[in-house]
């Protein structure tokens, strides 16, 4: 047996070993309408699951957060989700808090890069031409967001998903860590601090937030050029360090990431990605960057390499990515066990609109409303866990109520 086949044998064996543990939430219902099928994945700070809507057999993700064992970040995340509103970012259903948990109940999108990477794809690497076309959305995802004032902080190959085939874009998700840095009104950004502790993940943090720096703009970017370089090489030159010390470790990637020169981090890679690092190296903490420069950098690469920015992925040949669901293929025959809410929910029953009648006993309700909702594209499948070695800090960064309680189509309940 080689090395490859034992892997995945041991693989297997674990698998194996971890279904026998069942989930105790699985056939719950939440709202008195949502039942909780299948794990299908795990966030910074909270798990997510496949859910199917009673009424209209419609799937959604659960995403539940633990408010004893967790640092609370999923409220910001729905908040800021409903603030940006965005095409490429999945649209909230429902927001609640109950004693024990916070649950965000929101579209159910495809794999993400990471489980593509490290699960459908044979050479684990990705082509010029996919890496360049993943390359052009994020920009654009973020040039988005970016000018709603806020910045992600945890930008990373799990945090990008794809559809399940319904169409071919880029979605990016788990906003837990993301914040204003600046008000609304695009006035100076809020003041640089240094000391801090590091928010996001560190194999893929910018050099300023391993050493503590306040985030902005920059340092999203930075990110990107991580994420598209570990997709293009394989691998990243300061991943696998063996150092226990959390700290110590963190400090030696980012030595690593400061003292390393963009020609060797870049080399056997195409010129413009050496001159997206050097850019992005160079801005400012206010400064904005050019956002048309770097997207048409990697549409210069595609044009040299005979190809056009076109959403081409190298899983496009194989139906892999679309039938590997999150969920079972005989989903449909999947029933209900019991009627256990594990809120204690109940709709309300009176003659005005249903989803202005939730009756339930939580601290609060996000939703959105049937007339404001836009319409999205329907797709399928899962967010996955963060990399072992790639322990995510967090802090207290709350976006706060007023960031939502006057947007277009959502309502709060309190």
């Known amino acids: ?19 026998i543990f069942i989930d105790p939430l699985i056939d719950r219902i939440i709202l008195n309408k949502y039942k909780i099928l299948q794990k299908i994945g795990k966030g910074s700070f909270g798990n997510i699951y496949l859910s199917r809507e009673s009424s209209t057999n419609e799937y959604y993700a659960i995403k539940l957060e633990n408010k004893n064992t967790s640092p609370n970040l999923l409220e910001n995340e729905a908040s800021m989700l409903l603030y940006l509103n965005s095409s490429r970012s ?15 109940i929101m579209e159910l999108l495809g794999k993400s890069l990471e489980d593509i990477f490290e699960n459908v794809l044979e050479k684990k690497k990705m082509s010029l031409r996919c890496v360049c076309n993943l390359g052009v959305q994020m920009i ?18 799990d945090n990008f998903l794809m559809s399940n085939g319904s169409n071919k874009y880029l979605y990016l998700l788990d906003f837990g860590l ?22 996001g993940t560190a194999r893929y943090a910018s050099v300023n937030a391993l050493n503590g720096v306040t985030q902005s703009r920059r340092d999203d970017l930075e990110s990107v050029g991580y994420v598209l370089l570990y997709f293009l090489k394989g ?19 980012m030595e690593i990431k400061r003292d390393i020169k963009s020609e060797e981090l870049c080399k056997d890679c195409p ?22 420069m770097l997207k048409n950098l990697f549409k210069s690469a595609l044009k040299k390499d005979g190809f056009e920015f076109d959403y081409f992925y ?36 009176d003659n005005s609109d249903e989803e202005n009648n939730l009756d339930l006993p939580l601290d609060k309700i996000y939703y959105r409303k049937k007339n404001k909702k836009k319409k999205r594209n329907k797709s399928q499948d899962k967010s996955t866990a963060d990399g072992v070695e790639d322990e995510v800090e967090s802090e207290n960064n709350s976006i706060g109520k007023s960031f939502i309680q006057n947007h277009n189509g959502c309502c709060i309940i309190i």
Request: proline residues 3%; contains cysteine; hydrophobic residues 25%.
């Open 1 to 19: 047996m080689d090395k490859n086949e034992n892997e995945n044998e041991v693989q297997k064996q674990n698998n194996e070993i971890e279904n």
């Open 90 to 104: 999945p649209a909230v259903k429902i927001f609640g808090c109950t004693t024990n948990y916070n649950i965000l």
């Open 140 to 157: 654009e995802i973020l040039e988005f967001i970016h000018n709603k004032n806020v910045i992600h902080r945890d930008i990373k190959p």
């Open 178 to 199: 993301a914040k204003k840095y600046r008000e609304s009104n695009k006035s100076k950004h809020f003041p640089l601090v240094q000391g801090k502790k590091l928010t």
């Open 235 to 253: 691998k990243l030159p300061w991943q696998g360090i063996m150092i226990k010390n959390k700290e110590e470790r963190y400090n030696r990637i």
């Open 271 to 292: 010129n413009e990605f050496q001159l997206y690092i050097d850019y992005i190296r160079k801005l400012k903490y206010e400064q904005d960057p050019d956002y048309d």
């Open 314 to 349: 190298d899983w496009d040949t194989s139906q892999t990515i679309y039938n590997l669901n999150c969920f079972n293929n005989n989903k449909d025959n999947l029933t209900d066990k019991n009627n256990e809410d594990i809120t204690n929910a109940k709709i309300g029953n």
